[in-house]
């Protein structure tokens, strides 16, 4: 009786999942149940005769029954699924299921438990877990797709393209990036990696690959994710530039779906949507920046989606995270093509620099900025004074009006675009007002603010690209990655960096050619003695020799424990650790609390006079104009509303403004960091196949890890954990480097919520 139950609680799984996949269990012209395989045809059980014969020999297989049978539009067999108990490990019933689909005739099988889902294509590959099942439309076009496929080898690889309106040569790097991924792909490896440095033309390497994939018959619906606004503007632009006979559009938190070959969406508005899609939906997964988004939630999303993916990095190997080779499964944490920066100066495909000299030790007393973990709040006071913040920019504005026709002999119009690096946005507000106290003759207008609480930030980032005021754009991470300025001459860094990743991504912003002014070279001005701490020069670029690469300075022993000091790193993630948020261009500092009360006050009162407003509340979606406008206007002095600053209100890196709309509403719960470290957990399980035993020994340093903020192994010879002699079991279950490995990535994949 207990076996019967688990197997009609699985059948009833099924259904659900079948539904939710787009099909209707109950409708005989698209599922058949219970199909009796008998000689040489088809036996259904009454009222669903098939209309689909087999071919081969009676003899061949024995007689059985396919569990389920799914059906094309033209009544012929795509897949059959074959389901087991909720007990039995699914993978285990391939010879089973095999027979029935060759007699059939489907091409593919599912095996499911109802918890387990696997997909097979076994005339092409092993069968793989997904977290759904397909569609009717994504089988029928893999059908259609096997139908066409030919070797990559027979598109040929473009000598040169259009681009902008220009004739453009494909570098020798990104003809050899191409033939890599050929290799891969056609030796069946369905995971990528690609690393070039900033300014090598990642984008244009990648949309010109994705129309090989499509012209060998490889591919048909592609999603292009990034992680920031201006990458995806980029990403759309470099489609329709390159793609103009494919449908492309970017979707939008609230935007309605569109059937479109080409899907640009921020991996933040995907992780909200991406139970919309089947795990068929997609051919190719394009990440940009993906060296910090297989963690969490976004892993969670990713792995939704199977596909081949293909990740694109300007991140050196050396400074990648072991999760991200995981992911992309590279061998020996190698990617799968990489073109080192040092070869891109030395042939001329992107510009060197040096550092300005002199600048560190006027500025370097009273302040230590070694320590590895410190308060933010003392740090800023220490670095953001008046007399030290004047000092730095007096000594970049003389350097660099005295040096700029050195850079570029053909720059014109005063020593050319600089990008400051500020701390926070009061920070960089205070930056602004000396460099333009230094000017007085523009205005105001010589150096701007340039942050997510700019309401015209996309017009200030194309006057400052285009047009010769503003000189200076002073930021807190907005230009940090996906900011592109060929003329920039001057990099000033006015904030300590430990994180090797961002300080290559903030020096990448001036690497790019500019050969109508003559750019030979750019300047960084590093006031905080980053380049020392990453042994970085102008003449050893991460080489390795000379003690180059990344070398951190020990430890100081006592002091505040990491916990209670958080580290400056790739995100600022200490504004994350303090109570308030900067809101506004001046960094005015308001509670968190107070932030989320006056956001829900405002969008309860406006609910009814706001039409756009009133669209949500209604649950219909949005258009593209319809979220600007309403995005725009949220962002309006006064309130400074806008998804940067919600999301660490909320402490959610993964909102959009549509869900806060709707939270404020009463119409979305926001989930709690502990709901979101379950989701990130279930994701990561499913993903790592494990026993019963491990999962659930696995589940204990989680929940430790949610007490704590990480789990180690000193907690294993602690109580609560030592009681349960977690510390031998765990090295039974996974082996004693086993076990490290899977607390490494527990922490950095599941915890990080």
């Not at 994504?138 to 681009?163: F, G, N, Q, S, W």
């Not at 012209?215 to 980029?234: H, I, M, S, Y």
């Not at 750019?522 to 003695?529: E, N």
């Amino acid at each position: 009786m207990n076996v019967q139950n688990k197997e009609t609680d699985a059948r009833i799984l099924i259904d659900d999942q079948l539904r939710a996949a787009g099909w209707n269990p109950a409708d005989k012209s698209q599922v058949l149940t219970e199909v009796k395989v008998a000689g040489g045809h088809f036996v259904a059980e009454p009222g669903a005769q098939p209309t689909f014969f087999s071919t081969l020999d009676d003899d061949a297989i024995p007689t059985g029954r396919a569990d389920y049978v799914l059906l094309d539009q033209r009544g012929r067999p795509l897949a059959i699924i074959e389901a087991k108990k909720q007990a039995i490990q699914p993978y285990t019933a391939k010879q089973q299921a095999l027979p029935y689909a060759k007699r059939i005739g489907a091409p593919f099988i599912f095996l499911t438990n109802g918890e387990l889902i696997y997909f097979w294509d076994y005339q092409n590959d092993d069968a793989r877990i997904v977290n759904s099942f397909f569609s009717r439309r994504d089988l029928e076009r893999l059908v259609h797709m096997r139908a066409e496929r030919k070797p990559l080898a027979a598109v040929p690889i473009p000598d040169t393209y259009l681009r902008q309106g220009e004739m453009r040569s494909l570098r020798p790097y990104q003809k050899e990036s191409m033939q890599a991924l050929d290799r891969t792909v056609e030796l069946g490896k369905r995971r990528f990696l690609i690393e070039l440095p900033t300014g090598c033309g990642k984008t244009d390497l990648i949309a010109l690959y994705l129309k090989r994939l499509v012209q060998a018959g490889q591919a048909e619906r592609v999603l292009f994710l990034v992680d920031r606004d201006q990458l995806a503007k980029q990403a759309i632009e470099a489609i329709q530039d390159l793609l103009p006979g494919y449908s492309s559009y970017w979707l939008k938190p609230g935007m309605v779906r569109q059937e479109k070959q080409m899907t640009v969406c921020l991996l933040q508005t995907m992780i909200g949507r991406y139970h919309e899609f089947t795990s068929g939906y997609f051919d190719v997964v394009v990440l940009d920046e993906c060296h910090r988004s297989i963690y969490g939630a976004w892993q969670a999303a990713l792995s939704h989606f199977d596909a081949l993916h293909i990740g694109l990095t300007a991140t050196p190997a050396i400074y990648i995270e072991r999760n991200t080779f995981q992911f992309y499964h590279c061998k020996d944490d190698t990617p799968d093509y990489s073109y080192p920066i040092q070869e891109a100066f030395k042939e001329g495909f992107l510009v060197p620099y040096k550092f300005a000299t002199g600048i560190t030790t006027l500025v370097s007393e009273g302040a230590s900025v070694e320590e590895e973990h410190y308060d933010p709040a003392e740090f800023e006071r220490k670095w953001t004074n008046e007399a030290s913040n004047r000092l730095m920019m007096e000594e970049f504005d003389r350097l660099a009006w005295q040096s700029y026709k050195e850079l570029a002999p053909g720059q014109k119009n005063g020593p050319g675009k600089s990008v400051v690096f500020a701390i926070t946005k009061h920070h960089a507000a205070r930056l602004t007002q000396y460099l333009n106290d230094l000017h007085p003759e523009h205005k105001g207008r010589y150096a701007e603010v340039i942050t997510s609480d700019v309401a015209n930030a996309d017009d200030l980032i194309r006057r400052f690209k285009q047009e010769d005021l503003p000189m200076v754009a002073v930021s807190v991470g907005m230009l940090d990655t996906g900011f592109d300025c060929r003329e920039v001459l001057h990099l000033v860094m006015c904030r300590r960096v430990r994180s090797p990743i961002l300080y290559q991504q903030m020096r990448g912003r001036g690497t790019r050619t500019a050969p109508h002014i003559g750019k030979e070279k750019f300047v960084i001005y590093d006031f905080f003695r980053n380049h020392e701490y990453f042994n970085d020069s102008d003449t050893d670029i991460f080489s390795g020799s000379s003690g180059g690469g990344y070398a951190p300075k020990p430890k100081q022993p006592g002091g505040k424990t990491p916990r209670e000091l958080i580290e400056l790193g790739l995100e600022d993630e200490w504004l994350d650790a303090v109570h308030y948020i900067e809101v506004g261009p001046d960094g005015e500092r308001v509670d968190k609390r107070d932030y989320v009360t006056d956001w829900e006050t405002t969008v309860q009162q406006e609910a009814e006079a706001d039409p756009i407003i009133a669209k949500v509340k209604a649950g219909d979606a949005l258009s593209e104009e319809e979220e600007a406008q309403l995005a725009q206007r949220l962002n309006q002095p006064q309130r400074y509303f806008n998804e940067d600053n919600l999301r660490r209100a909320y402490r959610n890196p993964g909102g959009n403004l549509v869900d806060f709309i709707r939270a404020a509403l009463g119409m979305l719960k926001i989930k709690s960091r502990e709901e979101r470290v379950e989701d990130n957990f279930r994701a990561w399980l499913v993903a790592k196949n494990l026993t019963p035993e491990q999962a659930q020994y696995l589940a204990l340093l989680k929940n430790r890890g949610l007490v704590k903020g990480k789990v180690s192994l000193d907690d294993l010879f602690a109580p609560p954990l030592s009681i349960l002699n977690a510390a031998n079991i765990g090295i039974e279950l996974f082996g004693e480097q086993g076990l490290r490995n899977v607390m490494d990535e527990i922490n950095q994949s599941v915890l990080v919520a």
